[in-house]
């Protein structure tokens, strides 16, 4: 029998009042639960000690708490954590916790920042990425992914200040879900994270990018480019051939025309493919025209992958061509590379029973 029960976690605060005007409970009764649930991080409704137990009851036959099973933590060297995550129908997701690093937001900070899946799996298959080597099984709901913030902050102890759409999945091919959990964790009611501490990366879905210039929240966006002509990116990003540049683009225009804010381009250079002094200055002509900033990741080894990481004197030339543009660009060095937790490293799994016996959970 198929659960009927709806997850909590995908409720708005607006939501949940009416329903529990429906079960003719006073308003102040849906604060209390919220409370629980964001603030107090309760697993269950029978830790809600200041509900009625009838009520409570109530809540159990008609709201699914849906708390996952952490089945794995990996601790990198560099303090980078990945969490296996199993979700209530089995499949499995991966969530970064990322330290704060001088190296990659130019300052000291206590930023932490939490790279989230959207997707079990990815069906868009970019050609370097983990990501979609065994494809796409199925979206990700509202409340699973607010859960993967509740549970890392649950299980590190430490607040999340920063949340970058990177994970596992294509964000912006789950839009309405991805959509419904950033209003949860946007809200003062909710995680209460500030909208310009989000931050939603997509490989270029032009028709989502302009239906996300029309959201009211302001959160920001970084658009996987990694190839600056057609010809490099379609060899690539297949999504290319659907969206091409001269689409992607103009869609890019369009965003930040009605959000006023600055992008970012996310640049993987792969050696001998997109890492050449032309190539610097292709992406430095569509950044100027967009007045974007250029984050460069050396490309991050992919087991069952042949690409190859730039030697560090092809990468040294690659950003002279972008800083002698006066392009605002940077190179990201990767977080959690030994625990394959690193950009375009996340992926599909299925986890032998053998391999919970290295859990640090």
């Known amino acids: 029998m198929a659960e009927s029960r709806i997850p909590i976690k995908s409720l708005s605060f607006e939501e949940i009042e009416a329903r529990f005007s429906a079960l003719a409970q006073p308003r102040y009764r849906a604060k209390q639960l919220i409370e629980w649930v964001y603030a107090r991080k309760a697993r269950s409704f029978a830790e809600m000690s200041n509900l009625p137990e009838p009520l409570r009851r109530q809540l159990d036959d008609a709201f699914l708490f849906e708390p996952f099973e952490a089945v794995r933590v990996l601790g990198s060297e560099d303090t980078t954590r990945k969490y296996l995550f199993r979700l209530a129908d089995g499949a499995l997701i991966e969530s970064v916790l990322i330290p704060a690093s001088p190296a990659l937001y130019g300052e000291a900070s206590d930023r932490r920042t939490l790279c989230i899946s959207t997707q079990v799996g990815c069906a868009y298959g970019c050609k370097f990425c983990a990501s979609g080597l065994d494809g796409w099984s199925r979206n990700l709901g509202a ?26 999945g294509e964000p912006l091919a789950n839009f309405a879900n991805l959509m419904k959990a950033i209003g949860i964790i946007n809200a003062p009611w909710g995680v209460g994270l500030g909208a310009r501490h989000i931050t939603i990366s997509t490989s270029g879905l032009a028709p989502q990018i302009r239906e996300l210039a029309e959201q009211p929240l302001q959160v920001r966006l970084a658009i996987s480019l990694h190839g600056a002509t057609d010809e490099v990116r379609s060899q690539i990003m297949p999504v290319n051939r659907k969206y091409p540049l ?39 002509r569509i950044a100027r025209k967009l007045q974007a900033k250029i984050n460069c990741i050396p490309y991050n080894s992919v087991e069952g992958l042949d690409w190859r990481r730039p030697a560090e004197h092809r990468l040294d030339a690659f950003m002279a061509v972008l800083e002698g543009a006066r392009i ?14 690193a950009c375009g490293q996340l992926r599909r799994q299925m986890l032998p029973a053998a391999a919970e016996s290295g859990a640090t959970v």
């Open 328 to 341: 605002p660009a940077t190179i990201r060095r990767e977080k959690g590379h030994d625990i394959s937790a």
């Open 246 to 284: 001269a689409v992607l683009l103009e869609a890019c225009a369009y965003y930040t025309e009605r959000k006023k804010q600055r992008l970012t381009f996310e640049y993987i250079l792969i050696e001998e493919v997109n890492d050449r002094p032309e190539d610097a200055a292709a992406l430095a």
């Open 143 to 168: 409340s699973e992914i607010v859960e993967q913030v509740m549970q890392v902050e649950r299980l590190s102890g430490e607040k999340i200040n920063n949340l970058v759409f990177m994970g596992m």
